[in-house]
């Protein structure tokens, strides 16, 4: 499957923003899908997760009640809804899917076994 991020930018803190991955190739709904981050010096790390149906999701402690996570399998895209952004939320965004044999949601980076190119996401004081 090839994943292509779109939807990063600047904007100022208490902002919002929707990031996309549009996935091509092979059957989306097949794919647990997450979104990672990484700020400069950091690791990649997740941020949130949707299992193949939608139906189970995860997010990272520093970004609940803020960003959600959605996915339409008909349009074999994959969203992430930023709310109430911060500054400590700027990093490069990467949409990831996870082709694991079981419908569950999954958080370590090494499940996933494909990348997008990754979107910037610059929020400002």
């Known amino acids: 499957v090839q994943l292509q991020a779109s939807g990063g930018g600047l904007v100022q803190a208490g902002g919002s923003l929707r990031l996309s991955c549009a996935a091509s190739?092979?059957?989306?709904?097949?794919?647990?899908m997450g979104w990672f981050r990484q700020a400069p010096g950091k690791e990649r790390e997740i941020v949130v997760a949707i299992s193949r149906t939608g139906g189970s999701t995860y997010y990272a402690d520093s970004v609940k009640g803020r960003f959600t996570i959605s996915r339409d399998n008909a349009k074999n895209t994959l969203y992430l809804r930023m709310n109430s952004l911060k500054v400590e939320d700027t990093a490069v965004y990467y949409c990831a899917a996870d082709s694991g044999p079981f419908s569950v949601v999954t958080i370590g980076k090494n499940n996933y076994d494909y990348w997008g190119q990754g979107t910037q996401v610059t929020v400002s004081q």
């Open positions: 190739g092979r059957t989306f709904s097949m794919y647990t």
